[in-house]
C-alpha cells in the first residue's frame, strides 16, 4: 500500500511538472528564435545599407563628374567613406559566432575599403581638375572590387542560418506538443486511474462494511442462538451483552439494561467468594476455569453448574470487561451419580461372576477327577469279565465288553474335549503376531499326516500377518482344515482352497473350501453347538466338539464364524479376524 501511494505521487508529480518544464523550454525557444530572426534582419539590413552607401555615393561621384551637383551630392559622395566602415564592423561583431559570416564580411569589407580608396581618388582627381582620370577611378573602383556578389553571399547565408533555425525551433515546437499531447493523454489516463481506483476502494470499503455488518449480525445470531449461557459485564460487573440462554436461566427482565451481577437471578450469584473471584479476574486477570457451585435458579431448582470466566480488552476504551459462561452440568452430576451406582451394582455382578468361575473351575475339577475314576473303573473291570469268562466268552458277551469298553473310551474323549472348550471361555489370550500361512501349512501337514493313499489338491492363497493366540489359532486352523480332510474322504481327487479378503470394516475374512459332503444350510444353526454333528459317526468320525470350538476362539478374538454349503457339493467356512491389534486388546477385555 505504501510502494503504491509512492508511485501514485511520483507520477502525480512528474505528470505535473513536465508540462511546466515543457511549455517554459518552448516559450525560450520561441524567444530564441524571435531573437534569431530579428538578429539575421538586423545583420541583411546592414548588409543593404552598406551596398545602398556604396551605390549611392558611386552616383553621387558620377554626378560631381558631370557637373551636375553641389554641396549635398558632394556630402553624399562622402558617405560610404565615413560610415561603411564602422557598418562593416558592426557586422563583424554580429556575426562572431559564425566563421562562414566572418570570411564573406571580410571579403565584403577588402572590396568596399578598395572601392571606397578609389571613389576618394576619384573625387580627388575632380578637384584638381582631371576629368578623365577621376571617371577612370571610378570606373576601376566598378571593374576591380566587385562587392554585389559579397553582399548576395551574406544575405544568402544569413537567409540559410534563419531557416536552419527557424526549422530546428519548429522541431523543438513539434516536440513539445507531442510531450503535451503525451502528458495531457497520461494525465488523463492518471485521472481515470485515480477515479477508477477510488470508486473500486469505495466498492471495496462498502463491500467490507457490508461483509462486516452481516458478519456482526451473523455474530450475534449465534451467540443469541448458543445454548450455553454467555454473558459480558464491565468492570463493576455490570451486564453490558447477555444471551437468550443466559436470560432465559436467570430469568432477566429484556427490557432492563446494566443490571449488576448479584442481583441477577434472585441473588443466584450473591456469593461472596465468587464475586471475590470473578473481581480478582478484573483486577489481576486470573482466569477462572470450572468452577463448580450449585445455584438456585428463578425456577426455583438447585442447579449444579460449572463456571468460567476470562478478561477482555475492549477496543474503544481500555476499561476491561468480563467474559463469563456458564455449563449448567446438573444432568450429568445426576448422570455421574447413576453411573456410580451402576459401578457399585457391576463390581457386585464382577463378585458373582467371579464366585460363578470358581465354581466351574471346581466342577472342572470334579470333572477331570471325579467322572475319570468310575470310567476307570468301568473299563478296568470289563477287561477283568473278560479274563474272568476266559473260553466261556461267547460273541455275544464279546460284543457286550467291547460295547462297554468303546462307551467308556468314548466317554473319557468326551470329558477331555469338554474340558478343553472350558478351558477356551476362561483363559487369558496372549496377543502376539502371527503369521497365518505358516500356522496354515503346519496345520496342513497335520491333517494329512493322518490319511493315506489320498490325492489332495491344496490351493492356499497368500496369508497376512495378524495379531491373535497363537495356540487357540492353530486350533482353528487345525479344527477347519481336519474336518476338509474328514468330510471328503469319499472324492477321488480332495480339492481344498484357503484364501483371504478385506471385508467392508477392514476386517480379515479367511475362508476354507472343500469338494466334500456339505450339509444341508436348514440344519446350519446347529453346526457350532457343543456336541452337535450332521453326519452320523458310521460316516465320518469325531465328538461334534470342535467348530463349537473355532467359534469361541474366534468369538474371543472380536470376529465371527458362518458357513455355507449344499449336500454332496462341499463347504466354505469363513471366519473374520481383526486387521489390527485394538480389537485384540479389545477381546482381551472381554476375557
Known amino acids: 500500500m505504501r510502494w503504491r501511494t509512492a508511485g501514485l505521487l511520483l507520477a502525480i508529480m512528474v505528470i505535473v511538472a513536465l508540462p511546466c518544464v515543457v511549455t517554459l523550454n518552448n516559450s525560450r525557444d520561441a524567444q530564441r528564435a524571435a531573437t534569431w530572426v530579428t538578429h539575421s534582419n538586423a545583420v541583411k539590413s546592414l548588409t543593404y545599407e552598406i551596398a545602398y552607401l556604396m551605390r549611392d555615393s558611386e552616383s553621387a561621384s558620377y554626378r560631381l563628374l558631370t557637373g551636375d551637383g553641389g554641396e549635398l551630392v558632394r556630402k553624399r559622395a562622402m558617405l560610404a567613406s565615413e560610415q561603411v566602415p564602422g557598418l562593416v564592423r558592426q557586422l563583424h561583431e554580429m556575426t562572431l559566432d559564425n566563421p562562414e559570416q566572418q ?143 443466559f436470560r432465559e436461566l436467570y430469568g432477566m427482565d429484556p427490557s432492563r439494561n446494566a443490571q449488576p451481577l448479584a442481583d441477577i437471578g434472585d441473588g443466584a450469584w450473591n456469593d461472596d467468594v465468587l464475586l471475590q473471584r470473578l473481581n480478582d479476574v478484573l483486577l489481576r486477570d486470573r482466569e477462572l476455569w470450572d468452577h463448580d457451585v450449585i445455584q438456585r435458579t428463578v425456577d426455583g431448582v438447585d442447579r449444579h453448574v460449572v463456571i468460567n470466566a476470562r478478561r477482555l480488552q475492549q477496543q474503544d476504551t481500555d476499561a476491561p470487561t468480563l467474559l463469563l459462561t456458564v455449563n449448567d452440568v446438573t444432568t450429568r452430576a445426576l448422570a455421574e451419580q447413576k453411573v456410580s451406582e451402576l459401578n457399585r451394582q457391576l463390581e457386585g455382578k464382577v463378585s458373582q461372576i467371579s464366585d460363578v468361575n470358581r465354581e466351574l473351575e471346581a466342577f472342572s475339577y470334579s470333572v477331570s477327577h471325579d467322572l475319570r475314576a468310575p470310567l476307570r473303573h468301568i473299563s478296568g473291570f470289563a477287561r477283568k469279565l473278560e479274563n474272568q469268562l476266559g473260553d466261556r466268552v461267547d460273541d455275544k458277551v464279546s460284543h457286550y465288553i467291547e460295547v462297554i469298553a468303546s462307551s467308556a473310551q468314548r466317554m473319557a474323549l468326551l470329558i477331555d474335549d469338554l474340558l478343553v472348550f472350558s478351558r477356551l471361555g476362561r483363559g487369558a489370550l496372549r496377543l502376539q503376531a502371527i503369521d497365518m500361512q505358516s500356522m496354515v501349512d503346519e496345520a496342513r501337514e497335520l491333517a494329512e499326516s493322518g490319511v493315506q493313499d489320498r490325492r489332495i489338491v491344496w490351493n492356499i492363497a497368500p496369508l497376512p500377518m495378524v495379531i491373535g493366540d497363537e495356540n487357540m489359532l492353530r486350533t482353528v486352523w487345525q479344527n477347519l482344515l481336519g474336518n476338509a480332510v474328514k ?105
Open 103 to 245: 570570411a564573406a564580411i571580410g571579403a565584403l569589407e577588402s572590396g568596399a575599403n578598395g572601392r571606397i580608396t578609389l571613389m576618394n581618388q576619384a573625387l580627388a582627381r575632380l578637384q584638381q581638375g582631371d576629368s578623365e582620370g577621376a571617371r577612370q577611378s571610378l570606373r576601376d573602383a566598378g571593374d576591380l572590387f566587385l562587392i554585389n556578389g559579397k553582399i548576395t553571399d551574406i544575405v544568402h547565408n544569413e537567409d540559410r542560418l534563419l531557416e536552419g533555425r527557424q526549422a530546428d525551433a519548429g522541431r523543438k515546437a513539434f516536440n513539445g506538443r507531442v510531450v503535451l499531447s503525451i502528458t495531457a493523454l497520461a494525465q488523463l489516463l492518471l485521472l481515470t486511474i485515480i477515479v477508477t481506483m477510488s470508486e473500486r476502494q469505495i466498492g471495496q470499503r462498502q463491500l467490507a462494511e457490508t461483509r462486516e455488518g452481516r458478519a456482526v449480525q451473523r455474530s450475534q445470531q449465534i451467540f443469541q442462538a448458543v445454548r450455553e449461557p454467555i454473558a459480558l459485564f464491565d468492570k463493576d460487573l455490570n451486564s453490558l451483552l447477555v444471551n437468550n440462554a
Open 487 to 591: 468330510y471328503t474322504a469319499r472324492c477321488e481327487v480332495t480339492q481344498i482352497e484357503v484364501s483371504v479378503q478385506q471385508g467392508r470394516r477392514g476386517d480379515y475374512e479367511f475362508t476354507v473350501a472343500d469338494n466334500g459332503a456339505g450339509f444341508d444350510m436348514q440344519y446350519a444353526d446347529k453346526l457350532f453347538g457343543v456336541f452337535q454333528r450332521l453326519h452320523r459317526a458310521s460316516e465320518f468320525p469325531g465328538n461334534g466338539i470342535g467348530l463349537a470350538n473355532v467359534r469361541r476362539i474366534v468369538a474371543r478374538h472380536g470376529g465371527r464364524v458362518w458357513a455355507e454349503a449344499e449336500p454332496g457339493q462341499g463347504a466354505r467356512f469363513h471366519f473374520s479376524l481383526p486387521a489390527t491389534d485394538v480389537a485384540g486388546a479389545h477381546t482381551e477385555s472381554r476375557a
